[in-house]
């Protein structure tokens, strides 16, 4: 198993540009999870799923929207990157919210300029 | 909601040392409390965890303790040793709820 995987790796952006993270996960896992990263920060959460063709917002969902067509796959997309979103962001998932683990996908690094 | 207090923010230690992280939540109805390691340039991975109906829980060098009067778990690092430099995460959440709240995170550092 690939366990929770997420692409791209690294990407610069400009202003204004936008762009899709993908998260992917084998481990037929309910709940799925975005979370951004900043020093002294902690871990946010920006959006989550309960299943497939749901979404909730997280605490900082300004600025992103996502999808779960796919019960494997959690997206989140930026309209128009704003340098504010320079993070790092990570996916994660669990099997259900009720007493369980999450494991976390090794991360996307953005940059906006 | 749930407000997850993370102390110290930084703590260093020498080689052989203990360490311990305390974590206060505020949902008194809370009931599973996770720890996370997170090395750099690394995503986040549990260490170890406790429920609600259990005092402490030991890992080799790893334990953790909840005091659910007090409303607060700490994590326990024994015989720390180098490779234990890394961010620790905790977190709180109950079931039913779908969202686990973090602390901001502690900064370990063992100086060998």
């Known amino acids: 198993n690939a366990g929770v995987t997420q692409t791209p790796k690294f990407r610069v952006l400009k202003t204004g540009q936008s762009m899709t993270l993908l998260c992917a996960q084998d481990m037929n896992h309910e709940y799925m999870y975005w979370y951004r990263q900043d020093p002294g920060m902690g871990l946010r959460l920006i959006h989550y799923s309960v299943g497939e063709g749901t979404t909730a917002k997280g605490e900082v969902p300004d600025g992103y929207n996502v999808s779960r067509l796919k019960k494997q796959n959690f997206l989140l997309g930026l309209e128009s990157a704003a340098p504010s979103q320079t993070s790092v962001y990570f996916c994660?998932?669990?099997?259900?919210?009720?007493?369980?683990?999450?494991?976390f996908g090794p991360g996307t690094r953005l940059l906006v300029l | 909601g749930e407000n997850v207090e993370q102390h110290p923010s930084t703590l260093s230690v020498q080689e052989g040392d203990s360490a311990v992280i305390k974590c206060t939540y505020s949902?008194?109805?809370?009931?599973?409390f996770p720890w996370y390691k997170q090395e750099l340039g690394k995503r986040p991975q549990l260490i170890i965890d406790?429920?609600?109906?259990?005092g402490e829980k030991k890992d080799q060098r790893i334990a953790v303790t909840l005091n659910k009067t007090a409303k607060h778990f700490s994590l326990h690092i024994t015989e720390t040793q180098p490779e234990d430099s890394a961010v620790y995460f905790c977190?709180?959440?109950?079931?039913?709820?779908?969202?686990?709240?973090f602390g901001r995170g502690t900064s370990l550092i063992v100086h060998p």
């Open positions: 949902d008194s109805a809370s009931n599973y």
């Open positions: 406790i429920r609600s109906n259990v």
């Open positions: 994660a998932s669990s099997r259900d919210a009720l007493l369980e683990t999450q494991y």
């Open positions: 977190a709180a959440s109950k079931g039913g709820s779908y969202i686990p709240t």
